[in-house]
């Protein structure tokens, strides 16, 4: 296999681009057994994902893990499956689509827009490639996640790095490292909240439930855990409320290791228990639903407060489509475009005859 990438063929007539490049995590193309294995080893051998020794956790991935697990998730992925496909991929297509188009009101009509995920498809290195061959020289990459974390943040601009790594003609980059503060991304959510509030009814109390991850990823230096705090806090300022109607919780535990709490089963259970009479579920560090909100949250964890006794459970949908999230989206993009200078004022047919002056061309 070549060392570089095949580059676009050049031609002295194109018009350099700016692109902005949007990660989200990833999805299996079918809910599947024989679909979720790819997915999941991918997923499941990363190091920044799983950070115990690579001998030990090859056996245990390859032995058992990948034996049992992609049945069991492929029924999860089944029961959430629309008509369409993946509702992550489905809601980030969407997204870039709606970004494009905003950016493109305000001006910036030759930004090329796309998303890439993760693990699975379209890929990051597929995507860049693609995007290079538009002329792409500027990149910016949005990882689409609030709250910066090594095991999400980082691993999908390793993804990037590694990529331009194979370029031989690399573009200018520029990467978001974390919104979990950004005033429109709180207002997006504050809205969401307020507006199902309209529709349904105030609950008693409001469980903001973050992805968890290793407890011992804080104490290593990983920032998460304090992000997710801070979102929690400017959400429930957004929203006026006190700190006895909101909780920050973590779920999507794996293995038995301790991870982040107070762990979202057992506040669940908990409220569930002091016969509470309703709650409401929001996943503000996912801008689009997925498995862990549309499965996880919205089914299991209603299951969980039912089961011990709690009243009535609503789950609040992610941000997804939401006008306002796409308007913070292109703010935050538009902020951080902020000081690169158009990349060429000549029309193509003027770096042609130039190019031809100098006996450039071929």
């Avoid at 909240?193 to 290593?220: C, E, I, N, Y």
């Avoid at 089914?299 to 939401?322: Q, V």
Wanted: proline share 6%; hydrophobic share 40%.
């Amino acid at each position: 296999m070549s060392r570089y990438l095949k580059e676009p063929a050049f031609q002295h007539d194109y018009t350099p681009k700016t692109g902005v490049l949007l990660i989200n995590l990833g999805t299996p193309d079918a809910p599947t057994g024989k679909a979720l294995r790819p997915y999941l080893k991918q997923f499941l051998s990363d190091p920044r994902v799983v950070e115990i020794p690579r001998a030990l956790w090859w056996l245990i991935l390859n032995g058992i893990i990948l034996n049992t697990r992609p049945r069991k998730s492929a029924e999860k992925y089944a029961s959430i499956w629309g008509k369409d496909g993946s509702p992550l991929l489905t809601h980030t297509q969407k997204q870039a689509k709606l970004l494009r188009g905003y950016l493109g009101e305000r001006g910036h009509q030759h930004l090329v827009v796309d998303f890439a995920m993760r693990y699975g498809s379209p890929s990051v290195e597929q995507v860049i490639t693609n995007m290079r061959s538009q002329g792409v020289e500027r990149l910016l990459v949005v990882p689409l996640y609030p709250q910066y974390a090594a095991s999400s943040s980082a691993t999908a601009l390793d993804d990037v790095f590694r990529t331009l790594m194979r370029l031989r003609n690399m573009p200018e980059l520029r990467t978001v490292r974390h919104f979990h503060d950004d005033p429109g991304y709180i207002l997006a959510l504050a809205e969401q909240v307020r507006t199902h509030w309209q529709q349904h009814g105030r609950a008693d109390k409001l469980v903001m439930s973050f992805h968890g991850v290793p407890r011992f990823t804080l104490d290593k230096g990983d920032p998460y855990h304090c992000e997710c705090q801070k979102t929690g806090r400017l959400l429930a300022e957004a929203l006026d409320l006190s700190k006895d109607q909101y909780v920050v919780s973590f779920q999507s535990r794996f293995g038995r290791a301790e991870w982040l709490k107070p762990y979202t089963a057992e506040v669940l259970a908990q409220l569930g228990k002091s016969r509470t009479s309703r709650v409401d579920v929001i996943c503000p560090g996912f801008v689009a639903d997925c498995l862990e909100t549309l499965e996880e949250m919205a089914m299991e964890g209603k299951e969980t407060f039912l089961t011990h006794g709690g009243g009535e459970y609503r789950y609040i949908a992610c941000l997804n489509d939401s006008p306002l999230w796409i308007a913070a989206l292109a703010d935050l993009v538009e902020k951080n475009l902020a000081g690169w200078a158009p990349l060429t004022s000549e029309l193509p047919e003027q770096r042609l005859q130039r190019a031809r002056s100098i006996g450039a061309t071929r």
